[in-house]
């Protein structure tokens, strides 16, 4: 008999790998905060010595979700200039109020709220790009929730750092400092090609291949964002960037919004990822990304968010079945982007392009145990025919009772286990007077 130390229960488990199974009666063994096994549940008793079990008898059990894009701090920002296109929102609101208040503190208490929420909707890691990513590593290591950290980079100057190359630097000796925690990684994140130098541009190619990290990037998310790129350098802004030695394996192209067809041919051949964000991408009028025809041509398609001032949710449950619908209305086929692809871009395909798809993302033996429990017994959700698609089309984030990362309790019974969530609401609150005071 094996000693594990937790054996979780649960009606349903969809491992993702392989695709398209779902195992009923089934348990997850966990020991030393990885899979150990998925056996029936009958099995076990004979098989396993367990220092606790959960049994969840009416809930299906996915892998942690992934939100391959977003900027959490901004959860502070949430509401305060809705129902605007990107660029007057940008310019004329979000980046006075961010040179008025962001700061190592702002960042801090705005990651924790970020985080509290996004692990009460089932979300296990995110992949951020803000200023002050230390501030964000100390938040996401208090909540116990995996981040992948953008080491950000844009010309202008602000309270973090006067210059690209000083942004570049902070973000790389924030890496040195948090080198080896488990829960942290990091990747490049220059803003967008309308905000980085060709200078900066090749410098962090040369980065990326130096330190094997992804390239995490706003682009064509816009049409005015297309037009601007070939007024003032002749080509559109994806093809500079391949022209500057950025589309790879390692490049996340967020958003993605605007593509031809001999691009979405370039990021299928040189295995680039999109991380497609459908709820901003439709509030801000972005436009609706061809994701029917990425899928097509085999592109790696992850599910993020953007940030909470831009969406306003960090809800990947609800992308998930938003992007589902999208995808199926734009292209006129119904099959498009069934109940099990959705998953999986919300979990193993958004692991794999921040490169930890062989640790995260699927419910696999050797894995670490990053797990979330969604219950299918309330009256949305019935009669539960096929688990997958209840989670997809009927279930919310308000469904969610259970989340572990890397086998240790984040939430269980829909109660935090590392954040105390009065002292969040507090802090959220402080933030609220004072950037309503001083807009």
Same mark, same amino acid.
């Given at each position: ?167 570049? +630097? ?38 990326? $291949? ?7 990037? +706003? ?25 500057? =030695? ?22 299928? @051949? ?48 609800? $992308? ?8 199926? =209305? ?30 995260? =993302? ?34 919310? @984030?308000?469904?969610?009772? +259970?989340?572990?990362?890397? =086998? ?25 007077? @004072? ?5």
């Amino acid at each position: 008999m094996r000693e594990v130390d937790t054996l979780i229960h649960a009606a349903w488990i969809a491992p993702v790998e392989p695709a398209g199974v779902v195992l009923e009666g089934h348990c997850v063994a966990v020991r030393d905060g990885r899979i150990d096994a998925i056996v029936p549940s009958d099995e076990a008793a004979g098989a396993f010595s367990a220092r606790s079990e959960v049994r969840l008898e009416r809930h299906l059990l996915v892998p942690g979700l992934v939100n391959l894009h977003g900027h959490a701090a901004m959860a502070l920002l949430r509401g305060i200039a809705d129902d605007l296109p990107l660029m007057a929102w940008l310019k004329e609101h979000v980046w006075p109020a961010e040179a008025k208040h962001v700061g190592d503190e702002f960042v801090h208490d705005g990651s924790l709220l970020a985080a509290t929420e996004m692990l009460r909707g089932g979300v296990t890691c995110f992949n951020d790009m803000y200023f002050f990513p230390e501030a964000t590593a100390r938040a996401a290591l208090r909540a116990g929730i995996r981040a992948s950290l953008g080491i950000i980079a844009v010309e202008f100057p602000s309270a973090y750092a006067p210059d690209a190359a000083g942004y570049l +630097h902070k973000g790389l000796a924030t890496r040195d400092a948090y080198r080896g925690e488990e829960l942290l990684s990091f990747c490049l994140a220059p803003h967008a090609p309308y905000t980085v130098a060709d200078e900066t541009l090749v410098r962090i190619a040369t980065l990326a $291949e130096e330190i094997d990290a992804p390239v995490h990037t +706003h682009v064509h998310e816009t049409a005015d964002e297309i037009a601007q790129g070939l007024a003032q350098h002749g080509v559109r802004p994806l093809e500079r960037l391949r022209r500057l =030695g950025l589309v790879g394996p390692r490049l996340i192209a967020v958003h993605a919004v605007h593509l031809e067809e001999a691009e979405i041919e370039m990021l299928a @051949r040189e295995g680039a990822s999109v991380a497609h964000c459908p709820s901003s991408n439709l509030k801000l009028a972005s436009g609706i990304a061809p994701v029917a025809a990425l899928l097509a041509r085999g592109v790696n398609v992850g599910l993020g968010t953007d940030g909470a001032a831009s969406n306003n949710r960090l809800d990947i449950l609800g $992308e998930m079945r938003t992007a589902a619908l999208l995808a199926k =209305g734009a292209s006129g086929d119904a099959r498009v982007l069934g109940t099990h692809q959705a998953l999986r871009m919300a979990t193993l395909d958004g692991a794999r392009a921040l490169g930890l798809d062989s640790s995260i =993302g699927s419910l696999v033996p050797g894995k670490s145990a990053d797990m979330t429990a969604v219950e299918l017994s309330s009256p949305e959700t019935l009669p539960c025919f096929d688990p997958v698609s209840d989670l997809v089309y009927s279930a919310g @984030r308000e469904n969610v009772t +259970h989340v572990w990362v890397a =086998g240790e309790p984040r939430l269980a019974e829909r109660r935090l286990a590392t954040v105390d969530e009065e002292e969040v609401r507090a802090r959220a609150a402080l933030w609220r007077q @004072r950037i309503r005071t001083n807009p």
